[in-house]
């Protein structure tokens, strides 16, 4: 497989996030964000994206590794306290000029800058008030893309109105496990509807606003398969299925949430007030889909309403991520071929896809060859997607440079770039060499 066999159009890109990378987290006018008060408790033991890449200082260099890798286009995120401090009302100019340079950097250099509105590093301020689980978000989401869309939409055409809606409310806002650590159905509910109301009126301001715009919304998904063939296993994993891979996608395209699969998702409808059903849908230019592991599912008594339980990756003798996930790369093309059975898909890129190890970084050198063979493999179904007439427009790679995974830290390293956290320099792995031969031959 080269990358000639992929149709000229094709879009190579990497992704990264603001909170992930840029650093510089309480300087040159930034408000806090739910990120930095979780990171900076106490408790937290994984460190803290502070500084994170210095993704703020330092992305004129990384842009042109970005270039010198023969990368198309470039994927990142505004951090909306950089530009409200408090979430509304008042406005941090160099923030907003911080993202000016960045995008002029990238059109300089001939990338094309893709930007996510929401990467999961709400303001404090509105955390303070209830966060995604109040209805005011509405309001809030709605100055922040009107500002956003009208001062960037002359320069940026792209544009990704959230990412990944159900790992912020879900590991936020259900789990507990992301910021800003809030538990159970009765914060999951309302955030997952608020983030689904919010989805297509992001994309409704940024259609108003912006000329010629390609307006996209990214969402997880995981093949998801059953312990073994008994029933109980298989309703299991439809119901996991129904929740990793239906819940944001189904309302966003006029179907409602899936509680056909899941029948306790009805309590939902306490949060959906008269006229939402027609606010829900809108028809977006392309989804971006993000696929890193496979989910085997079980039935369990526990959690109720949802009755059923991942079989950890360890447990399963299969081949694993630095966080304990599984490494399937077939799991991609099962899921393109999924979402792509969907009415009204026009077309799909695969806005983040990626694997992490903890990467050593030996005599001046980092050997990942387990990532080649990662991309080797996911890019080879991404082919084969598209030969099979499904329309997969691009891939962006998660991510550039090692960065803070979430609550991770910086231990599980994804990029293909190896980062010094204490010196921030910066060392191409094997796998950024091999990709930039690869995509050198088009
Ligand atoms: C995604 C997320 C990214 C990155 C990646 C790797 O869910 O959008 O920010 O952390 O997972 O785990």
Known sequence: MKSKHFPKSFK???AISSYQNEGEYNTHGKGPSIWDTFTNRKSFKKGNGNTATDFYNTYKEDLLKVK??????FRFSISWSRIFPHGIGEINPEGVAFYHDLIQACIDLNIEPWVTLYHWDLPQALEDQGGWTNREILNWFKTYVEFCSKEYGATVKTWIILNEPMSFVGLGYFLGMHAPGK???KNFLPAAHHATLCQSMGGRIVRKNVKDAIIGTTFSCSHVSPLNRRVIHKKAAARIDALVN???IEPTLGLGYPMDAIPGLNRI???????DEELMPFDFDFIGLQYYFKIVAKFSLLPPILFAQEVPAEKRDVKINAM????????????LEKFNAYPGIKNIYITESGVCFEDELIEGKVNDKNRINYFKKTFKYTLKAIENNIPVKGY???TLVDNFEWAEGTKPRFGIIYTDFKTQKRTVKKSGLWLKRFLSKR
Not at 68 to 73: E, G, K, M, P, S
Not at 269 to 275: A, D, I, N, R
Request: charged share 20%; net charge positive; glycine share 10%.
């Open 246 to 248: 239906r819940f944001f």
């Open 324 to 335: 304990n996930l599984e490494i399937y790369p077939k799991g991609l093309y099962k899921v």
């Open 396 to 398: 962006f790679i998660w």
């Open 68 to 73: 010198a890798l023969n990368l198309d286009c």
């Open 269 to 275: 409808e306490k949060y959906v007030l008269p006229g």
């Open 12 to 14: 190579w890109g990497t």
């Open 183 to 185: 538990k159970g159905f």
